[in-house]
């Protein structure tokens, strides 16, 4: 019975525990346990948003009358309203809004923050470490530190009430995360690929432009999705530095048609839906960026 | 010349928009000063005095505590169990993650309003809870407007959406365990949870203390979903760190105030920070960093 040395598949029959430790390793009989679980969990995180879609498409008494249930009749009003409706302006430009500083404030990160951290990963001078730290700084602590300070300067540089006041500080606390991931990405390009460009003419912008960026290109995208869903979902800074209706952002816009239209629930649920369309068909297309993009920041410091 | 060039867009930004700011908020603190005026109304330390005396704002860090406190009982282990249970191939494994992330990417506001709605007196929630039979518990002020309650049921919210978030780091956290090391443990008699408290758990240690110092900066932070759903209430009892400094210092025109207070939460970030790079941080980031240069 020299059973130390045997594989443990060989003797399975022998003993007990061997066959428990087999079954442990197959990590069978667990299977319908984990499925159970699971799908209660999915379902607690699909209930609400599928709430949402369908309450869309029914009438208020049904809202609250019979919610737990498909609607009967269909009714379509609520969306088509939301679209094409009287006040179906205020929807498309709460989305351009969202859309023209998500531009500029991503568009700003990822070119800035490239720039950085490329004279953090390739170049060597004194306090480049001390001058990284401050950077990271940024991470750790809330940005709901600066926002009153922020108000104010904003409102003394004429730019409250502009899409502009509010996509400069959203690219600025981007910032941090963006140099931290892309600093690694840029060093581990070899140092010889740089030589070689150097003696073929290049200059540094010209590496940096023509051949690091477009090596960098995955880690340049992560950075960018990352940067995307911030700024998207962004709430105080909006809140705080727009003032008129057609400055908001689509978040500010769910919120503040949930308080004008209070008495229409199903209006709300209609363009609350609309409004989370964008960010879900994002995340669709961009789920492996995202997820990749935080693990690396977090998990690898 | 070149590092000039290179680094002075993103330095000036972020000086200018991020920490000139959080400067100016310990300046700004020491005035009596609705944002307008000049500022020459110099009062000291009376701000923070004020703020330490209030009953809003000590109760407003007590929630926040309070909201650390459960989710690090609550949500990070309940993260780690789902982590757990998808770290195996099986079918499905792909469709559970993607659902399970979701809410992530949903703003605070529309997560906040779809809430708002499903908690409202007769709502999904209440008729959800009449058909299993529990309709006496639904509170008589309703679910966000129970004094008690209301910070619970921004828990259970906050859980909803940001669980993925953590489920997803620790789970990189577990893929980078190899899977050989337990399976020793295992032929060598361990059980089960012995192989997980004594094996897996000590080196998820990094990933975890990772997701713990995010999870607690998050709620230290909390204004979004609150702002949207209570104001912070009803009677302040829903009130963070971040609310009450909104309220005073854009609501309530008092900057100099508001300020004091955002330094304060500026503090606790500090003292966050530094005793976690203290204990933990310092042995992971360079774990880490060699790992990615390796």
């Known amino acids: ?301 | 010349m070149t590092i000039i060039l290179f680094l002075l867009p993103a330095l000036g930004l972020y000086l200018l928009f991020v920490l000139f700011p959080v400067i100016q908020a310990a300046h700004y603190s020491l005035f009596s000063w609705n944002g307008l005026q000049p500022l020459t109304d110099f009062v000291g330390i009376d701000n923070y005095t004020r703020a330490l005396n209030s009953d809003v704002f000590t109760g407003a860090v007590l929630h926040n505590v309070f909201l650390i406190v459960l989710s690090l009982a609550i949500q990070i282990p309940f993260s780690l169990f789902l982590a757990v249970l998808l770290n195996r191939r099986f079918r499905g494994r792909a469709v559970f993650r993607l659902v399970f992330f979701l809410p992530y990417v949903l703003s605070e506001a529309i997560t906040g309003v779809i809430f708002l709605l499903i908690l409202q007196p007769g709502a999904l929630l209440d008729t959800g809870v009449t058909a299993i039979g529990l309709g006496g518990s639904i509170p008589a002020d309703g679910w966000l407007g129970d004094m008690n309650l209301v910070l619970i049921t921004m828990f259970v919210i906050i859980s909803w959406k940001y669980f993925g978030f953590h489920m997803i780091l620790l789970l990189a956290g577990l893929q980078g365990i190899p899977r050989e090391i337990e399976e020793a443990a295992l032929i060598d008699g361990a059980g089960r949870w012995q192989a997980f408290r004594h094996i897996t758990l000590p080196l998820l240690g990094p990933t975890l203390r990772v997701s713990v110092f995010l999870s607690m900066i998050g709620a230290l932070q909390l204004f979004d979903l609150v702002w949207v759903m209570t104001g912070g209430g009803p009677v302040n009892a829903s009130d963070t760190m971040a609310t009450t400094m909104f309220k005073a210092g854009l609501k309530g025109q008092e900057m100099g105030y508001g300020s004091a207070l955002a330094v304060i939460l500026f503090m606790f970030a500090l003292v966050l920070a530094l005793a976690y790079q203290r204990l933990v941080l310092r042995r992971d980031i360079e774990g880490a960093t060699t790992a990615f240069s390796g």
Not at chain 1, 25 to 35: E, M, Q, T
């Open chain 1, 1 to 301: 019975m020299t059973t130390t040395t045997v594989p443990v598949r060989a003797d399975t029959k022998s003993s007990p525990k061997k066959r428990r430790t087999a079954r442990l390793l197959r990590g069978r009989g667990f299977d319908v346990a984990r499925y159970g679980v699971l799908t209660i969990v999915a379902a607690a995180i699909l209930a609400p948003i599928a709430y949402a879609v369908l309450g869309g498409f029914m009438t208020n008494g049904q809202l609250v009358g019979n919610p737990v249930s498909l609607p009967s009749p269909w009714i379509f009003t609520n969306y088509t309203d939301v679209l094409f409706g009287e006040n179906a302006g205020l929807f498309w430009r709460e989305l351009l809004n969202s859309l023209i500083i998500a531009a500029v404030a991503v568009t700003m990160t990822v070119a800035l923050a490239s720039l950085a951290a490329f004279v953090f990963a390739r170049m060597v001078f004194r306090g480049r470490e001390a001058m990284s730290m401050l950077f990271t700084l940024g991470l750790l602590f809330p940005s709901a530190v600066a926002i009153l300070p922020l108000y104010i300067l904003v409102r003394e540089v004429g730019l409250q009430g502009n899409l502009l006041g509010v996509a400069l500080p959203q690219a600025a606390f981007g910032l941090p995360l963006t140099i931290i991931i892309l600093r690694p990405f840029f060093k581990s390009i070899p140092v010889e690929l740089e030589d070689a460009a150097k003696i073929d003419g290049c200059t540094t912008f010209g590496f940096f432009w023509r051949i690091l960026l477009p090596l960098a290109r995955p880690a340049l995208a992560t950075v960018t999705v990352l940067s995307i869903v911030g700024t998207w979902n962004a709430f105080m800074l909006p809140l705080i530095l727009l003032n008129g209706q057609d400055q908001w952002t689509l978040p500010l816009g769910v919120m503040n048609f949930s308080t004008q239209y209070s008495s229409d629930a199903a209006r709300i649920l209609a363009f609350t839906v609309m409004a989370m369309i964008p960010a879900v068909l994002f995340y669709a297309v961009a789920e492996r960026q995202i997820v990749s993009g935080l693990t690396s920041g977090s998990v690898k410091g």
